[in-house]
């Protein structure tokens, strides 16, 4: 039974949508499963975290040309980077001849250099290197770069997009902006960062970060 159609999500899906339609007095807790079912979860990744924009960091990590760090979103794994012409991706971070992860961290180099066998890529992805693959009948170097996920900028936040077609971000976030207008969030800079890994569902960590205290 697949999870989009599973009796478990179905009943959530149909809590959820009563409980949207409710106005903001009549709010209340939700249900033990909608923290713990894995169905919902499957859900959740196909048709909330692939399909939309999520946030995996912010430009002051990556300040200078050549700055990177790698994360994991769901099944992918990736390289946030600034090129050397100053632009910001976000490439996958699996190499294109045996799988291997690419890097590991943060960092900063003009070339990233796959440690199994040496495929080496610039920083947009494109392969630059590849030892003993020059005149190999079939082998088109330009054909294996790695991958690039859409991504924007958004007062400084970079947000990810891994199946590509979600509707441009900041118009989206519009109102927001208006409400943080005051906090100057283009004028802020990262000073210190710690990383955390929380033995959760993914919406409680947003949940609790929505507590005014």
Not at 23 to 28: E, I, L, T, V
């Amino acid at each position: 039974m697949s999870a989009r159609t599973g009796p478990a999500t179905d009943a959530l899906r149909k809590m959820l949508s009563r409980t949207l339609s409710l106005p903001p007095q009549d709010a209340h807790s939700m249900p033990g499963d909608y923290y713990t079912s894995p169905e919902l979860l499957t859900l959740e990744i196909n048709e909330v975290l692939r399909k939309e924009w999520m946030c995996v960091g912010h430009v002051g990590e990556i300040r200078n040309r050549g700055d990177f760090f790698s994360t994991d979103l769901v099944d992918e794994q990736l390289i946030v980077t600034r090129d050397m012409e100053g632009q910001v991706r976000v490439l996958s971070n699996v190499c294109r001849h045996r799988g291997n992860r690419v890097v590991e961290g943060s960092g900063n180099s003009r070339k990233f250099i796959c440690r199994y066998h040496s495929w080496s890529y610039d920083t947009t992805g494109a392969l630059v290197a590849a030892p003993l693959m020059k005149g190999q009948t079939g082998f088109d170097r330009e054909k294996c770069s790695l991958p690039e996920f859409a991504s924007e900028i958004w007062n400084g936040w970079i947000f990810v997009n891994l199946d590509g077609n979600a509707a441009p971000l900041a118009p989206r976030l519009d109102g927001l902006g208006k409400v943080i207008a005051n906090y100057h969030p283009d004028e802020r800079f990262l000073v210190f960062m710690e990383e955390d890994v929380w033995d959760c569902n993914w919406k409680s960590l947003f949940e609790n970060f929505m507590e005014g205290y």
